[in-house]
C-alpha cells in the first residue's frame, strides 16, 4: 500500500513541474504595466520623419502633442519605429494607433526585439508567422497580448501596409513589468563547478533550468556524472542542442542503449533560448524554447544516482584546474536555477558550493559581429567596397540548407570587368568576368549547403585569384591585368544586377506592373516570361535581343533619375534602354504623351498656361465615358444666403484645392470649414483679389494673388491653393504664384470638424454669386450640380463656356454652347477634328484631279448652314478667301483653278522656276491679270501655305503668315457664275493663257492640303462627305495624315509617297469619274461630353485642371539584354 501512495506522490510531482519553472520565478503575476508612457522623447527612435512634428518622440499612445503621432518622410516597407526600454523587461502586451485626426494608420506590422539594438529577431505568433493585425482608423487602439511573452531592451515596429489614402502614422505603447536576471559569461575556456549539498536520501527529483545565448556553435551547457559511468549532458552540437542520459550499469541488457535527445536547430544565433530538464526516476522532461519531449528510459532509477557535482560551461579534468575533455560553452547562461537552487547568484557571491574555473564574468557582451538574414530569394544588401583599390579581398561566413544560390556580386571599376561568387550543388564557385576574355571559374568546397557555419575568404590580384572556403583553397591564374575593386558589393540570392533610382535617391529593383522590390518585370508577374526560369525577358540568356516594356507608377518613387545595370560588361553581353517622359495622372483624367508627328498646338491656356507642344509631339484628348462630368460639374449661386454643404475635408497633412470660378460681383466666399480653432476659407476679398486663409494652431495665415485686371469679368478663372507641412500657395490663372512657409517647429496639422461649405459660409455672410465648376479638393472632385438640385438659391450648370473658350475652335470653327462645355462646328473650315484644326490632306499622282462642283443655288448669307456653297450663274462675286498648302518638286504645276459659266477664272500654278504665279481674268473680253511673287523657289519638297484674300481690284497674298504681296487688278472687280474648282490636271482651260495651259496639262503631283475657296473645302468634301457628294476624282488620289509628315528636305522620292491614313480611303483608275466615297472618317466630339476627344492620331489626355497629379507614372524600354555566357542563378 505504500509503494501505491509513492508512485502517486510521484506522479502528482512530476506534474507540477511541468507547470512550473524556476526560469519565471520572481516575476509578478501582474506584469501588465505600460512602459513606454513615462520614457522620454530620446528613448524613441526611427526610420525617417516627415517634419520635426512627425518625429518618434510623438509616437506614445493616446498623446496629440506635434502632429500627434510618428509619420515617415516616406511610407514604404523599408520604415521602422524604435523604442529603448533603458534595460531588459519582460514584455507581454502592446498596442496601436494611427495619427491623431488624420488619414494616417498602419493595418499591419512586424515586431522585433533585441537587448543589444542591433541583432534583431521577429516576433512570431502562436497562429501566424505573419505581422500583427493593426488599426482601421486613426483614433481607436488595438491591443495585442503577446503569447507568450519575451525579454528585450529594445523593440521595434516595421509597418507592413497603411490607409491607401493616407500615410503611415503611428502611436503606440508597450505592456509589462521589470525583468530578473542573473547572468554568467563564460569564454569558451571556462567553468562553473557547483557542489551540492550531501544529503543522506537522494532527491525526489531534479530540475534544471536556464536560458542560453551562444557564440559558437558547439559547447558543454551542463554535466553531470556518477561513479560507474553513469552521467547527464546538455550539448550543443552543430547548433543543435542534445541530451545525454547513460546509466552506466554494465548488468543491463544490451538492449538498453544510451538515451539522446535533440532539440532545436540555429540555436548559435545569438539571441536567447529558454531549456528545462525535469528527471523524476525513470520519468523525463526535455524543453527547449517551448518545445517539450516527454519519455520513459528504461531500467531503475540509477540514472540519479550521480556525484554530488555538476558543472556548467565544460567538463573539467580531474587534478587540472583549466583544462576540460570537451568543447566548452562560449556565450551567456541566464537565470540558472538547479531544484530552485539560483547558481549564478551563489557564484556572484563566492560561496563555498561554486568553484570558479577560468574566465567567467557576470554580464553578457554584446555581440561585435552580428549576422543578416535574407529572408527570401529577393533579399539582397548592399555594403560599400573598397573603391579604387588595385585588388579585390572579401572575407565573410555564412550558412544555408540551399544547394544553390547568390552570395556576392561586384562589379570592378572603369569597365574592368565583374564577379560573382554563388553556391552550386552545394559547392562555392567564383566567375570573374573581363572585357575581352572568357570567364575565368574557381570551385571550392563540398556540402555547404548543411545549415552549418563556413568561412569564405575570395581575393583577385593581378595575376591570380583564390577562394578559401574553410580549410579548402582553390587558386586560378589570371592574365596579368590591373583589377579596379568597385564602389559596391552586393550580397544575397536577390543580388540585382539593374535597379533604378527614384526622387529620394533610393534604389529599386522592381520593373513595370510588379510590385515595389517584386524584382520581377510586367511578364514575371503574368507568367509569360519567354523563359519561365526567369522573371523578366531580358534575363533569360538569349543570343539575341529581348524587352522589356514597363510602365513605373509608385509616384512616391518618381521620377526616374538613373538607371543602372550592372552586368552588361562581360563578354557577348549588351544592353540598351530608353526612357519616357515623367506622366501625372489626376483623379478624373489620364496624361499620356508618345512621338508622332511634329505639331504646334496651344492646349486650353487657363488650365495649363499658354504652353506650347512641339517638336515630336503629337496631341490628343481622351477620356473614359462619365469622367468630364467631373470637369464640366458646376453650380451657379444666387443668393448671398445660397451655399452647398458638404462633409468635413480631411486635409489634416495636405490640402489642395482647385476650382475655376466666373462673377460680376466683388467679393465673395467660394469655400469654408471650420474647427475648434483651425480653419480653411478661400475668397473673393477683392475685385482684384483672391485670398487663401487658414489656421492650424499657429495663428491665422493668408496668402494673397493680386491681379492688374479684375477678376469679376464675367470670363472663367481658375484657382489652385495648396497648403502642406512646407508651407502655403496660392495661384489665380497664369498669374505669379504666391507662396508662405510655414513655422519651423509650428503646428502642421489641420483639424476640421464642421460641415465643408461651398459658396457661402456658417454664418450666411459675404456669401458668393456667380458661377463655381470643377471643384476639387485632394483630387476628389465634388458633385456640385448633385447638390445643387435640391438646395434652394442654388441650380445646378453653368452657361456662356464659349466666351472663355471659344479661341479654342480654330481655322474659321465656331464655338457652340453645350449643357457641359463647348463644341467647335467645322461646317465652314477647311479643317476637322474637335477644335477644327485636323488638317485634311491628300496625295495626288501624275495626271490625277478633283474636281468640286458649284451647284445652282448658292447663298451668300452669312449664317449658312450647307457644308457646300453652291453658286448660281447669275451672281456675282467682289471678294473670295482662299486657302491652301502644298508640297511638291514637279514644276511647273497648276495648284488650283477655279473657271466660271462666262470664261472667267482663276489659277494659282507654279512656274519652271518655282516661283508662284497668281492669274485672274474677271472679263473674258480682256487679258487676264498676271503676277508674279518671287518669294522663293516653292517647288522645293517642303510645306508651303497661301493665302490669297480678294477684295473686289486689291488682291492681298500671303505666304507662311509672314511674306505678303499686294497688286491691283485691271481686268475687273467681279468674278461672275462660278462653276467648278479643280485641283491637279485640267482637261478643258480653253480661254486660258498659255502658262495657264501648260500647267492645266502637267497638273500637279505631291500633296494638297487645307483647300478652301470662301465657304467651300473641296478636300474635306471629297475626303469627308456628309451628303450627297460634289466632288469627282480622276486617277490617283490617296487621304494623308498630314502634308507636313514625310521625308525630310532632299528626298523628293520619299517625301511624295502616299501615307494613307489607316487604309481608308478608294481612287484610282477603277473608280474614274466616280466621286470619292468611304474616304477617311476621322472622329469628331463635343468637348465635355462623353466619349473620345481626339486632335490628330496621337495620344496626348487632357488633365482635368492643373492640380497636383493623384498618381503618376513613368515608361521605360529595355531593349535588351543580351547574356551569353551568364550564370543561371540570377534573381
Known sequence: ???????????????????????????????????????????????????????????????????????????????????????????????????????????????????????????????????????????????????????????????????????????????????????????????????????????????????????????????????????????????????????????????????????????????????????????????????????????????????????FGGIPTPGRSRAFTRKSFHGCLENLYYNGVDVTELAKKHKPQILMMGNVSFSCPQPQTVPVTFL?????????????????????????????????FGELRRG?????????????????????????????????????????????????????VDDDTAVQPLVAVLI?????????????????????????????????????????????????????????????????????????????????????????????????????????????????????????????????????LSLGVQHKPGQDESFWNSASFNTETSYLHFPAFHGELTADVCFFFKTTVSSGVFMENLGITDFIRIELRAPTEVTFSFDVGNGPCEVTVQSPTPFNDNQWHH???????????????????????????GHVRLQLNSQLFIGGTATRQRGFLGCIRSLQLNGVALDLEERATVTPGVEPGCAGHCSTYGHLCRNGGRCREKRRGVTCDCAFSAYDGPFCSNEISAYFATGSSMTYHFQEHYTLSENSSSLVSSLHRDVTLTREMITLSFRTTRTPSLLLYVSSFYEEYLSVILANNGSLQIRYKLDRHQNPDAFTFDFKNMADGQLHQVKINREEAVVMVEVHQSAKKQVILSSGTEFNAVKSLILGKVLEAAGADPDTRRAATSGFTGCLSAVRFGRAAPLKAALRPSGTSRVTVRGHVAPMARCAAGAASGSPARELAPRLAGGAGRSGPADEGEPLVNADRRDSAVIGDTGFLRIGRAGFELLASSDLPASASQSAEITGVSHHARPSLIF
Open 1 to 311: 500500500m505504500a509503494s501505491v501512495a509513492w508512485a502517486v506522490l510521484k506522479v502528482l510531482l512530476l506534474l507540477l513541474t511541468q507547470t512550473w519553472s524556476p526560469v519565471g520565478a520572481g516575476n509578478p503575476p501582474d506584469c501588465d504595466a505600460p512602459l513606454a508612457s513615462a520614457l522620454p522623447r530620446s528613448s524613441f527612435s526611427s526610420s525617417s520623419e516627415l517634419s520635426s512634428s512627425h518625429g518618434p518622440g510623438f509616437s506614445r499612445l493616446n498623446r496629440r502633442d506635434g502632429a500627434g503621432g510618428w509619420t515617415p518622410l516616406v511610407s514604404n516597407k523599408y520604415q521602422w519605429l524604435q523604442i529603448d526600454l533603458g534595460e531588459r523587461m519582460e514584455v507581454t502586451a502592446v498596442a496601436t494607433q494611427g495619427g491623431y485626426g488624420s488619414s494616417d494608420w498602419v493595418t499591419s506590422y512586424l515586431l522585433m526585439f533585441s537587448d543589444g539594438g542591433r541583432n534583431w529577431k521577429q516576433y512570431r505568433r502562436e497562429e501566424s508567422i505573419w505581422g500583427f493585425p493593426g488599426n482601421t482608423n486613426a483614433d481607436s487602439v488595438v491591443h495585442y497580448r503577446l503569447q507568450p511573452p519575451f525579454e528585450a531592451r529594445f523593440l521595434r515596429f516595421l509597418p507592413l501596409a497603411w490607409n491607401p489614402r493616407g500615410r503611415i502614422g503611428m502611436r503606440i505603447e508597450v505592456y509589462g513589468c521589470a525583468y530578473k536576471s542573473e547572468v554568467v559569461y563564460f569564454d569558451g575556456q571556462s567553468a562553473l563547478l557547483y557542489t551540492l549539498d550531501k544529503k543522506p536520501l537522494k532527491p525526489i527529483r531534479d530540475v534544471i533550468s536556464l536560458k542560453f545565448k551562444a557564440m559558437q556553435s558547439n559547447g558543454i551547457l551542463l554535466h553531470r556524472e556518477g561513479q560507474h559511468g553513469n552521467h547527464i549532458t546538455l550539448e550543443l552540437i552543430k547548433g543543435k542542442l542534445v541530451f545525454f542520459l547513460n546509466s552506466g550499469n554494465a548488468k543491463l541488457p544490451s538492449t538498453i542503449a544510451p538515451v539522446t535527445l535533440t532539440l532545436g536547430s540555429l540555436l548559435d544565433d545569438q539571441h536567447w533560448h529558454s531549456v528545462l530538464i525535469e528527471l523524476l526516476d525513470t520519468q523525463v522532461n526535455f524543453t527547449v524554447d517551448k518545445h517539450t519531449h516527454h519519455f520513459q528510459a528504461k531500467g531503475d532509477s540509477s540514472y540519479l544516482d550521480l556525484n554530488f557535482e555538476i558543472s
Open 376 to 408: 527570401s530569394s529577393r533579399s539582397y544588401l548592399a555594403l560599400p567596397g573598397n573603391s579604387g583599390e588595385d585588388k579585390v579581398s572579401v572575407t565573410f561566413q555564412f550558412r544555408t540548407w540551399n544547394r544553390a544560390g547568390h552570395l556576392l
Open 484 to 616: 579596379d575593386s568597385g564602389d559596391t558589393y552586393y550580397f544575397g540570392d536577390g543580388t540585382p544586377l539593374s535597379w533604378w533610382v527614384g526622387r529620394t535617391n533610393e534604389t529599386h529593383t522592381y520593373w513595370g506592373g510588379s510590385l515595389p522590390d517584386a524584382q520581377k518585370c510586367t511578364c514575371g508577374l503574368e507568367g509569360n516570361c519567354i523563359d519561365s526560369q526567369y522573371y523578366c525577358n531580358c534575363d533569360a540568356g538569349r543570343n539575341e535581343w529581348t524587352s522589356d516594356t514597363i510602365v513605373l507608377s509608385q509616384k512616391e518613387h518618381l521620377p526616374v533619375t538613373q538607371i543602372v545595370m550592372t552586368d552588361a560588361g562581360r563578354p557577348r553581353s549588351e544592353a540598351a534602354y530608353t526612357l519616357g517622359p515623367l506622366l501625372c495622372h489626376g483623379d478624373t483624367r489620364l496624361l499620356k504623351v508618345w512621338r508622332r508627328e511634329s505639331v504646334i498646338f496651344e492646349i486650353f491656356p487657363p488650365l495649363f498656361g499658354r504652353r506650347r507642344w512641339e517638336d515630336g
Open 719 to 745: 484657382v489652385r491653393a495648396e497648403r502642406n507641412v512646407k508651407g502655403a500657395s496660392l495661384q489665380v490663372d497664369q498669374l505669379p504664384q504666391k507662396m508662405q512657409p510655414a513655422p519651423a517647429d
Open 416 to 468: 574592368s570587368g565583374s564577379f560573382v561568387l554563388f553556391l552550386k550543388d552545394g559547392k562555392l564557385k567564383l566567375s570573374l568576368f573581363q572585357p575581352g576574355q572568357s570567364p575565368r571559374n574557381v570551385t571550392a568546397g563540398a556540402g555547404l549547403n548543411d545549415g552549418q557555419w563556413h568561412s569564405v575568404s575570395f581575393s583577385a590580384k593581378w595575376s591570380h585569384m583564390n577562394v578559401v
